[in-house]
């Protein structure tokens, strides 16, 4: 008889931001990519209350550690949409 399987954690499914805090040198970049990862991997449809929690989680991490930087642009407001061109912005009236 297998042992039965831990229960998923809802905040951190796969343990990817666990493990990316105990990866020595993870660079900026790293993190952003396994906050991707991570993203895909929760069911909320707001990331917002789980980055926060994963903040509280993980508040004793060493100071200037990247991916609390990371989880912290992750609460930052959405930048809005600006129209980047088109024929509007070429042709003058």
């Known amino acids: 008889m ?8 809802p ?16 660079t900026d970049a790293e993190c952003r ?12 449809a707001d990331p917002r209350p789980l980055i926060e929690a994963l903040l509280a989680r993980h508040a004793d991490a060493p100071e200037g550690h990247p991916m609390t930087a990371v989880l912290r642009e992750g609460l930052l407001p ?3 949409p600006r129209r980047r061109g088109g024929r509007a912005a070429r042709v003058a009236d």
Do not use: H, M, Q
């Open 78 to 80: 959405e930048a809005t």
């Open 11 to 26: 905040i951190d499914p796969k343990n990817l931001i666990f493990e990316a805090y105990r990866i020595e040198g993870i």
């Open 2 to 9: 297998s042992p039965a399987a831990a229960p998923r954690d």
């Open 33 to 44: 990519s396994i906050l991707v990862d991570w993203a895909l991997s929760i069911e909320a």
